[in-house]
């Protein structure tokens, strides 16, 4: 069993949906939660951050942590056709410096 | 700009010809790392390095090396490139312990036939 597991997708929505991106995981020691989206032919680059359980909103972006259930998901509201990507979790155990990866989800918005 | 900048962007090449992807960032970062990206698989950690002079292994180190002899660069050394090593590489850096934000480069796009 992966530690960090997310569905690869391809998720395809219209223009405006409300998105829901998610990963389960099954190291309790993880402390810091990520969202990285990657467009095609770019590097990984940080969109949200939260560390412990909670909810983190940024614009349209909002990040929530269930530490009980182990499960961690990120929702976009209004999705734009800008926001095709793919998106991957990441977390980190407290006090290490390595971060754990989802495999990614490839999201597709259409106008 | 804050950046880190990885060369070569697309590298085909064959079997057993040894080859070096280099990295390199300019804000000062104590701590680098390579990572490599295959379907189904994610980004898995190679190698990665606390400071000058001082490397780790990560997940995936197999069949390669790095060195960091100066702070701002960190070169991913394949000795013999094989085809299972053929994959998307990117390097990242970040400033300390605890959660920071790492910095991806753009990639390296390694074909190895």
């Known amino acids: 069993q992966k530690e960090v597991e997310q569905d690869p997708g391809p998720l395809s929505v219209p223009e405006g949906a409300i998105v829901s991106l998610n990963c389960t995981y099954s190291n309790s020691a993880f402390q810091y939660f990520m969202w990285y989206r990657q467009y095609s032919r770019k590097g990984p680059e940080l969109l949200m951050y939260?560390?412990?359980?909670g909810n983190k909103e940024d614009g349209r972006f909002t990040a929530q942590v269930d530490k009980s259930s182990k499960y961690i998901s990120l929702f976009i509201r209004d999705s734009q056709p800008s926001d095709s990507a793919t998106y991957l979790c990441?977390?980190?155990?407290?006090?290490?410096?390595?971060?754990?990866f989802g495999t990614g989800t490839r999201l597709q918005v259409f106008p | 700009e804050a950046q880190v900048t990885q060369n070569p962007r697309y590298l085909i090449t064959v079997t057993g010809k040894k080859l070096t992807v280099t990295c390199s960032q300019n804000?000062?970062?104590?701590?680098m790392s390579w990572y490599r990206q295959d379907p189904g698989l994610g980004l898995r950690q190679i190698y990665y390095s606390m400071n000058v002079e001082v490397t780790d292994k990560g997940d995936v180190p197999e069949g390669y090396k790095v060195s960091r002899k100066e702070k701002r660069n960190f070169p991913l050394i394949l000795e013999s490139p094989s085809p299972n090593q053929t994959s998307l590489y990117f390097c990242a850096s970040w400033s300390g312990t605890g959660y920071n934000e790492q910095f991806f480069g753009p990639g390296t796009r390694l074909t190895v036939l």
């Open positions: 990441a977390m980190m155990p407290y006090n290490t410096d390595k971060l754990i």
């Open positions: 804000m000062n970062h104590e701590y």
């Open positions: 939260t560390y412990s359980s």
